[in-house]
């Protein structure tokens, strides 16, 4: 089992759908969850971070959390075409150097 | 959010030589940099973690006296590919990080050994 999952997608939206992208983690002891996203052909940018159970919002953007089921997702609201690229969810490791740990990605693809 | 440079952002070196990557934190302290390699349509791989003033910790697989790594200040880092191969090829990103905070990435360099 990979200590991060997210289905690869890719995950096609219509402009101005609300995107939803889900991501679970094995390591139930994590207490850190980010979203970075990543353009093609450039490195990943941090869009939100989330450390309690429940919702938060960030503009056009809100991370959910759910530590029993171990469970983070980010949804995006009136979804651009500008949003289609690549979303890495990362979770901070607990031991060492507190690594993050990153899912494959999921590609959201918006459509005008 | 902090900001992370990196230098230079491409390079095209002769197979046998040796590039150096420049990673900074320019805003903040860097406690722990990260350094990832990224070949095309694949996920981030982390290469090796370092600590300011410590020797680099590198992940499984990652040949340590290939790739040389200092941290020689809280917001420098540099990453040594040394006798490039075509295989090295690929997109190096580093990140930083202050204390235990969020962690930022630098915008990468694409490096291309012919």
């Known amino acids: 089992q990979k200590e991060v999952e997210q289905n690869s997608g890719p995950l096609s939206v219509p402009e101005g759908a609300i995107?939803?992208?889900?991501?679970?983690?094995s390591d139930r002891g994590s207490q850190s969850f980010f979203w970075y996203r990543q353009y093609s052909g450039k490195s990943p940018e941090l869009i939100m971070f989330i450390y309690s159970n429940g919702d938060k919002e960030d503009g056009r953007f809100t991370a959910q959390l759910n530590k029993a089921s171990q469970y983070v997702s980010l949804l995006i609201r009136d979804s651009q075409p500008s949003d289609s690229a690549t979303y890495l969810c990362a979770v901070k490791g607990n031991t060492g150097f507190q690594k993050l740990v990153f899912g494959t990605g999921t590609r959201l693809l918006v459509s005008p | 959010g902090a900001v992370v440079s990196q230098h230079p952002s491409r390079v095209i070196c002769k197979s046998g030589t040796s590039v150096k990557i420049e990673c900074r934190s320019l805003d903040f302290q860097a406690t722990t940099m990260f350094w990832y390699r990224q070949f095309p349509k694949q996920s981030l791989m982390l290469m090796a973690t370092?600590?300011?003033?410590?020797?680099?910790?590198?992940?499984?697989?990652?040949e340590k006296d290939k790739f040389l790594i200092n941290h020689a200040s809280l917001?420098?880092?540099?990453?040594?590919?040394t006798?490039?191969?075509?295989?090295?090829?690929?997109?190096?990103?580093?990140?930083?990080?202050e204390q235990q905070e969020t962690q930022y990435f630098g915008p990468g360099t694409r490096l291309l050994v012919l």
């Open chain 1, 19 to 25: 995107a939803s992208l889900n991501c679970t983690y």
């Open chain 2, 50 to 62: 370092s600590n300011e003033g410590s020797k680099a910790t590198y992940e499984q697989g990652v």
């Open chain 2, 75 to 81: 917001t420098l880092s540099t990453l040594t590919v």
């Open chain 2, 83 to 97: 006798s490039a191969h075509p295989e090295d090829s690929s997109f190096y990103i580093c990140s930083a990080r």
